[in-house]
């Protein structure tokens, strides 16, 4: 049972425009959304969050929606570049029965923005 | 800062055999580390989580028996995938929290490490 999903696994967008990202979940517990940055070969880094209680957080280029009635978190990169393509993870964390958190991932998009 | 490495990147064993990864948090100190696994194309699915001093907590259906962790220090947490078999051939990729971060949620992943059982 895929609790984060990104339903679209790559996704082409031409340098200056902007690029969005979907990332959709089930479990309405999850109380902070994440989103990861992958490049090859090296482990992902933490992008940009947002708290359940907040529908937008802003950084920079970066800006993540989020829509909980409708259970849907959005990536915006403005305006995109090429050093943005790489894979993006979306991420929930929500609490486990013995109070610690756990990080459920989406299966990623891959984004290349075209020069 | 805030460097996570892994040993080995990659490698290859025989059927049986068990093989260890580390993981070192470089330049900070790590309360807690998470293993997950990712087979191509899927995402990130979380192993278990691992702090220092104490037990790895193992998610559903890990066989705590067969990867065995320890994080025996602030700066290093060990898998050995024990008596591996081609299934368990996968992308294993560790992540550590920075006791000191501000940000709870925040944590730093390592390059993984490839392992190939024939």
């Known amino acids: 049972d895929q609790q984060v999903k990104q339903n679209s696994p790559s996704l082409s967008v031409q340098e200056g425009r902007i690029s969005i990202l979907n990332c959709d979940y089930t479990n309405s517990m999850f109380d902070y959304f994440l989103w990861y940055k992958k490049y090859p070969a090296e482990g992902p880094t933490f992008l940009i969050s947002i708290s359940s209680i907040k529908d937008k957080n802003e950084d920079g280029r970066f800006t993540v929606f989020l829509n909980k009635s409708a259970k849907h978190l959005s990536l915006h990169i403005v305006p995109s570049q090429p050093g943005d393509s790489a894979v993006y993870f979306c991420?929930?964390?929500?609490?486990?029965?013995?109070?610690?958190?756990?990080?459920?991932f989406g299966t990623g998009t891959r984004l290349k923005v075209l020069a | 800062g805030a460097v996570v490495s892994q040993h080995p990147s990659w490698v290859i064993c025989k059927s049986g055999t068990s093989v260890k990864i580390e993981c070192r948090s470089l330049d900070f100190q790590a309360t807690t580390m998470f293993w997950y696994r990712q087979f191509p194309k899927q995402s990130l699915m979380l192993m278990a989580t691992?702090?220092?001093?104490?037990?790895?907590?193992?998610e559903q259906g890990v066989e705590k028996d067969k990867f065995l962790i320890n994080h025996a220090s602030l700066t290093l947490s060990t898998l050995t995938v024990t008596s591996a078999h081609p299934e368990d051939s996968s992308f294993y990729i560790c992540s550590a929290r920075d006791k000191a971060a501000k940000f709870l949620h925040e944590q730093f992943f390592g390059p993984g490490t490839r392992l190939t059982v024939l």
């Open positions: 691992s702090n220092e001093g104490s037990k790895a907590t193992y």
């Open positions: 991420a929930a964390s929500g609490v486990t029965t013995s109070g610690t958190y756990k990080y459920i």
